[in-house]
C-alpha cells in the first residue's frame, strides 16, 4: 500500500480533527446516507447500529492515524476485508460508501471540505479498499 503525500496526510488529519467532535452526528449521517441510496445494504449490519457506528469511527481513527505509513496496517485492512466478504460485503459496496463517505464529510465539514481535501480522503479511500477488495 503506497504512502500519500505529506500534504494529503495533513489535510485528512486536520479535516478528521473537526469531525472527531461530532462523531456521533457524522457516523448516524453516513449510515442514514448509506442506506437510503442503497437500501439492501441494511441487511448486512445489526439492528442496533450503536457498536456499529463506534466500529466505523474506530477504524477511521486507526486509518487516520497511520495516513503517513500506510503500509504498517496492510495486515489489519486485509484481515478486515476478509470479514467483509464474510458479512456479505461486495466490491461494488465500496463505491457507493466512498461516495457516502465523502458526501457526509463535505456535509459535515461544510468549508473545510475543499476540493485538496476531498481528493486527498478520496486517495486513502482508494488506497484501503483496494487492499480490502484484494487488488492491492
Same mark, same amino acid.
Given at each position: 500500500?503506497?504512502?500519500?503525500?505529506?500534504?494529503?496526510?495533513?489535510?485528512?488529519?486536520?479535516?478528521?480533527?473537526?469531525? =472527531?467532535?461530532?462523531?456521533?452526528?457524522?457516523?448516524?449521517?453516513?449510515?442514514?446516507?448509506?442506506?437510503?441510496?442503497?437500501?439492501?445494504?441494511?441487511? =448486512?449490519?445489526?439492528?442496533?447500529?450503536?457498536?456499529?457506528?463506534?466500529?466505523?469511527? /474506530?477504524?477511521?481513527?486507526?486509518?487516520?492515524?497511520?495516513?503517513?505509513?500506510?503500509?504498517?496496517?496492510?495486515?489489519?485492512?486485509?484481515?478486515?476485508?476478509?470479514?467483509?466478504?464474510?458479512?456479505? /460485503?461486495?466490491?461494488?459496496?465500496?463505491?457507493?460508501?466512498?461516495?457516502?463517505?465523502?458526501?457526509?464529510? /463535505?456535509?459535515? =465539514?461544510?468549508?473545510?471540505?475543499?476540493?485538496?481535501?476531498?481528493?486527498?480522503?478520496?486517495?486513502?479511500?482508494?488506497?484501503?479498499?483496494?487492499?480490502?477488495?484484494?487488488?492491492?
Amino acid at each position: 500500500m503506497s504512502d500519500l503525500s505529506a500534504e494529503d496526510v495533513a489535510r485528512i488529519k486536520s479535516s478528521f480533527a473537526k469531525i =472527531l467532535p461530532h462523531r456521533d452526528d457524522f457516523s448516524i449521517k453516513l449510515y442514514d446516507r448509506l442506506f437510503a441510496v442503497a437500501p439492501e445494504a441494511r441487511r =448486512l449490519f445489526p439492528n442496533s447500529m450503536d457498536m456499529q457506528r463506534e466500529k466505523l469511527i /474506530a477504524t477511521l481513527v486507526l486509518v487516520v492515524r497511520s495516513a503517513d505509513n500506510l503500509g504498517e496496517l496492510l495486515e489489519d485492512v486485509r484481515a478486515l476485508g476478509r470479514r467483509h466478504v464474510d458479512y456479505g /460485503a461486495a466490491p461494488s459496496h465500496y463505491g457507493i460508501l466512498k461516495t457516502v463517505l465523502l458526501e457526509t464529510m /463535505a456535509e459535515v =465539514l461544510g468549508k473545510d471540505f475543499d476540493d485538496e481535501t476531498r481528493q486527498s480522503w478520496s486517495r486513502l479511500y482508494d488506497r484501503v479498499a483496494a487492499v480490502m477488495i484484494g487488488e492491492d
